[in-house]
């Protein structure tokens, strides 16, 4: 059985930083393309950001150049760097192995 476990989350106020991380139990990790999503009250799931097997990356306009995603295959485990952080990147932020497996997600908060 695949697990994602997302962790790293927290509150921090407008302009900091935090970093999340993604631990993938077993194996499997090093074959799949894995994102980076999250979801606010009252709004839908949305994409941020995506690293391919390759390590190509993708982000959503509203995170490009404030957010940095990252793997490492021999750790199992994914990243995302969060800086400048502003009050509407709250959500609870999941992550995901093939668009197939999901973490538990992990609250993030923004606020002074």
């Known amino acids: 059985q695949v697990r994602l476990v997302e962790s790293g989350g927290g509150l921090v106020q407008p302009g900091g930083s935090l970093r999340l991380s993604c631990a993938v139990s077993g194996s499997i990790f090093r074959g799949y393309a894995m994102g980076w999503y999250r979801q606010a009250p009252a709004k839908e799931r949305e994409m941020i950001a995506t690293i391919t097997i390759d390590q190509n990356t993708n982000y959503a306009d509203s995170v490009k150049g404030r957010f940095t995603i990252s793997r490492d295959n021999a750790k199992n485990t994914g990243y995302l760097q969060m800086n400048s952080l502003k009050p509407e990147d709250t959500a609870v932020y999941y992550c995901?192995?093939?668009?197939?497996?999901w973490g538990q997600g992990t609250q993030v908060t923004v606020s002074s």
């Open positions: 995901n192995l093939g668009s197939r497996w």
